[in-house]
C-alpha cells in the first residue's frame, strides 16, 4: 500500500509538471481557492407576483455564500468548476390579514464556467445547478420547512471582475459581479 501511495504521488506531481509546461507558446495551468460571495438575491414567481393576496418586492436582500473553486486553463482562457454552499432571504406581505413573513433557502450550487483572464480582469458564462437543501416559511415565531414544495433547478450564468491583488503569483484575490437567472 505504501509502495502504490509514492508511486501514485510521484506520478501525480509528474503528470503536473509535464502539464504544466509551455507548448507552442501557450501555458497551461490550473488555480485552486477558497470562494465567499456576498449579494443581493431573491426568487421570482409568476403564481405570487399575479395574486392580489400578496404583495411582492423583490427588493435588496441579501444572500451569503462559501465554496471553492478549481480551475483548468490555457493561456488566457479556462474552464471551472465551482461548490458553494449559499443561503438567501425573501419577505413576502400577506395582503388579506396585513402580515409580513419571510422564506428563507439554503442551497448547494455547482458551477461549469468559461473564464477568460484577460489584462488583469476576468469574463464568465456558463450554467449553474442548484440543489434545495432548505426551504422554510418564517411567520413570527412559528417556521414551517416547505422544501417539499421546490424543486433543484438549473441557472444561467455571467460574470465579470478584476485581480485586486497579484494575478500571477501563488496568491491573487479578485473581485468581480455575477448575475445569474434560474430557470
Given at each position: 500500500?505504501?509502495?502504490?501511495?509514492?508511486?501514485?504521488?510521484?506520478?501525480?506531481?509528474?503528470?503536473?509538471?509535464a502539464w504544466s509546461q509551455p507548448v507552442k507558446g501557450g501555458v497551461t495551468w490550473f488555480d485552486a481557492g477558497?470562494?465567499?460571495q456576498a449579494g443581493a438575491s431573491?426568487?421570482?414567481?409568476?403564481?405570487?407576483?399575479?395574486s392580489p393576496?400578496?404583495?411582492f418586492d423583490l427588493g435588496l436582500t441579501t444572500g451569503f455564500g462559501i465554496g471553492a473553486r478549481l480551475g483548468f486553463n490555457y493561456d488566457n482562457n479556462g474552464l471551472a468548476l465551482e461548490f458553494m454552499l449559499n443561503k438567501g432571504l425573501q419577505p413576502l406581505e400577506?395582503?388579506?390579514d396585513d402580515t409580513t413573513f419571510d422564506v428563507e433557502w439554503r442551497t448547494m450550487d455547482l458551477y461549469l464556467l468559461?473564464?477568460?483572464n484577460a489584462h488583469r480582469g476576468y469574463f464568465e458564462l456558463g450554467p449553474k445547478y442548484s440543489l434545495i437543501n432548505k426551504?422554510?416559511?418564517i411567520d413570527g415565531p412559528e417556521t414551517n420547512d416547505i422544501t417539499g414544495d421546490f424543486q433543484n433547478y438549473f441557472s444561467g450564468v455571467i460574470g465579470f471582475g478584476a485581480y485586486l491583488l497579484g494575478n500571477d503569483g501563488a496568491f491573487s484575490g479578485l473581485l468581480g459581479l455575477r448575475a445569474e437567472y434560474g430557470f
Open positions: 500500500m505504501k509502495k502504490l501511495l509514492i508511486s501514485t504521488s510521484f506520478l501525480f506531481l509528474f503528470a503536473v509538471i477558497l470562494k465567499v431573491g426568487f421570482f414567481t409568476q403564481a405570487i407576483s399575479d393576496d400578496y404583495d400577506d395582503l388579506t468559461y473564464r477568460n426551504v422554510e416559511l
